[in-house]
């Protein structure tokens, strides 16, 4: 490691909570609203952000007009207060709420190493490992819940394994719980269950089990309890009893997760999307020497010292447990792999401190092949790529991957602190390109932005807006009106049924197969989104 890299890593060391504010800032000011909100999260949680603002649907959100019981509240307030407090405003302050979420992620991950125990280099190389990772990169560009919902849960960690490690839990049981509670707000059950289940076979596997049903643990969960029945009161209060009942939790979290309605994937749909999403970093897997530490001497080892097992098994068990029970549930979503990056990013840091020089030069020399052949990649079948706009900037992506891969391959040998900076700074450059041409170049084949400005202008004209058979919310943020949507084509024909002029959104293929369809409707826009084509017909 060189003289200057070994100055850089201290500096950094000395000063973690800075080097993260920068480090984001250094990946996300320049996309800060440089592009439009894109299919389909982005703008339907958008659209629901715009009805508690504008229609104060602060309890239970609304989408298109319709209660929207798909997701809580917390982050749309979270929002708010950006909104509140800062200069942003739509659709600036999406963009915010991502990056700020990032980073909330990335200083819980930090105090999770530190309450492990890890000293500050492990637990700087861990982070770095997430602002280099590229699946979650991108994410701090995305508008989204999910980097806030996994701080909380990480956060929630950390509380429970600071009660495991002394006798008296103190107040530990009741912060870790108030913070899964307020993870479930933000996303869902999972905000409890995962920190939950960590605790649980963590003190299965010392032995301790006991410890999870103590006094104080009650009754931080009975705390956790009040708060979501607080939330529960609202939802009554706002929507009724059978609201709660039937669409809540009947439909959108027990429904979900055991005969899912959509995202149905099969049990090893994990085992192939987790290692692609956790490039490049996947590729220490097949570098280190893990066939020891899976080997029968190894596990014998330890079964025999389960009982004095500290932080490095806590992680084990935090990923583990995690991707099994994602690997159970009906739905699979890839986004639900967050909570287990913090883990592993922190146990591979761990292991190249103490790996040797030719194991870390192998996995350097894979990371810079890894990022040679997706930089020629994309020059090879960048024209091929399907999308009808022009995209611009990926020539100069690609260069800066080819570039990027020189640079961690010409620093292999200089150790593993030195690769990890090279490689983030390699990410944090690569990613200027992308959000300053290639992403806004897209908004026409990702964002249903165009087609919803011309529906709000007919709707504007007096034309009555309808849509079939689309992802609902998707045009009404743009558009500036709520859409009457309908999946039954017994119900669109009574919709058409109407003296008014009418805009009709419909997917081509859907249009292709419309038997007897009126002949008065005209085909006026064509737009493909996120690889589905869709049409506006208007009878004027």
């Known amino acids: 490691m060189s003289k200057i890299a070994t100055h850089i890593w201290n500096t950094l060391e000395d000063h973690p909570w800075l080097t993260m504010i920068v480090g984001v800032f250094a990946q996300t000011w320049f996309t800060i609203s440089n592009r439009a909100l894109w299919f389909s999260d982005e703008v339907r949680y958008a659209n629901a952000y715009q009805n508690l603002v504008l229609n104060g649907k602060w309890m239970v959100l609304s989408l298109n007009g319709q209660p929207y019981p798909d997701k809580p509240p917390i982050y749309f307030w979270f929002l708010w207060l950006i909104d509140t407090l800062t200069p942003a405003n739509m659709p600036t302050v999406f ?31 861990g982070v770095l ?6 699946f979650l990169a991108g ?14 849960i990480i956060l929630s960690h950390v509380c429970l394994f600071q009660a495991f490690k002394q006798n008296d839990q103190g107040r530990w049981p009741l912060y870790a719980f108030l913070l899964a509670g307020v993870a479930t707000l933000i996303k869902g059950p999972l ?24 006094i104080k643990m009650a009754q931080g969960f009975g705390a956790m309890l009040l708060l979501l029945a607080a939330w ?70 330890l079964w025999a010292s389960r009982r004095q097992v500290g932080p490095r098994a806590f992680l084990w068990i935090m990923f583990g447990a995690t991707f099994v029970f994602l690997s159970s549930l009906s739905g699979k979503v890839l986004i639900y792999i967050l909570p287990m990056f913090p883990a592993l990013a922190f146990l591979t840091a761990d292991a190249m401190e103490r790996m040797k020089p030719e194991h870390a030069r192998s996995f350097w020399t894979s990371v810079a092949g890894l990022w040679i052949v997706l930089g020629a990649g994309l020059i090879v079948s960048g024209g091929l790529l399907p999308f009808e706009v022009p995209v611009r900037g990926m020539g100069i992506a690609a260069t800066l991957l080819l570039a990027g891969g020189g640079a961690i391959y010409a620093v292999r040998e200089s150790g593993s602190r030195t690769a990890i900076l090279v490689s983030t700074l390699a990410v944090t450059l690569w990613l200027y390109p992308v959000g300053l041409m290639v992403a806004p170049s897209l908004d026409n084949a990702m964002s249903p932005k165009q087609h919803a400005l011309k529906v709000g202008a007919l709707a504007d004209e007096g034309f009555k807006p309808m849509a079939y058979k689309i992802y609902s919310g998707i045009f ?17 024909r009574s919709m058409l049924d109407t003296p008014s002029p009418v805009a009709l959104t419909i997917r081509e293929k859907d249009w292709k197969k419309w038997e007897n369809r009126p002949e008065n409707l005209r085909i006026i826009h064509r737009q493909n989104i996120s690889g589905m084509v869709y049409l506006l017909a208007i009878r004027e």
């Not at 490992?129 to 590229?134: E, H, N």
């Not at 905000?191 to 103590?214: C, D, H, M, N």
């Open 95 to 125: 963009f915010v709420g991502a990056a700020l979420s990032g980073l909330f992620l990335l200083m819980a991950s930090y105090y999770l190493a530190r309450v492990l125990g890890f000293n500050k280099s492990v637990s700087l190389g």
């Open 129 to 134: 490992i997430l602002l280099s990772t590229f």
């Open 139 to 152: 994410l701090f560009h995305y508008s989204r819940m999910d980097l806030l919902f996994t701080a909380f």
């Open 191 to 214: 905000g409890f269950i995962f920190p939950l289940l960590t605790s649980a076979v963590y003190l299965l596997w010392k032995g301790e089990i006991r410890r999870l049903f103590t």
């Open 232 to 301: 529960i009161a609202g939802v009554v209060i706002a929507e009724g009893p059978d609201f709660l009942m039937d669409t809540v939790l009947g439909k959108h979290v027990i429904q979900r997760a055991t005969k899912t309605f959509h995202h149905r994937e099969p049990f090893y749909y994990y085992f192939i999307a987790f290692p692609l999403a956790w490039l490049p970093w996947t590729l220490f897997a097949f570098t280190a020497p893990v066939r020891r530490a899976f080997s029968l001497e190894r596990l014998g080892e």
């Open 476 to 492: 009404t943020y743009y558009a500036g009106h709520d859409i009457a949507e309908t999946n039954d084509w017994d119900e669109l």
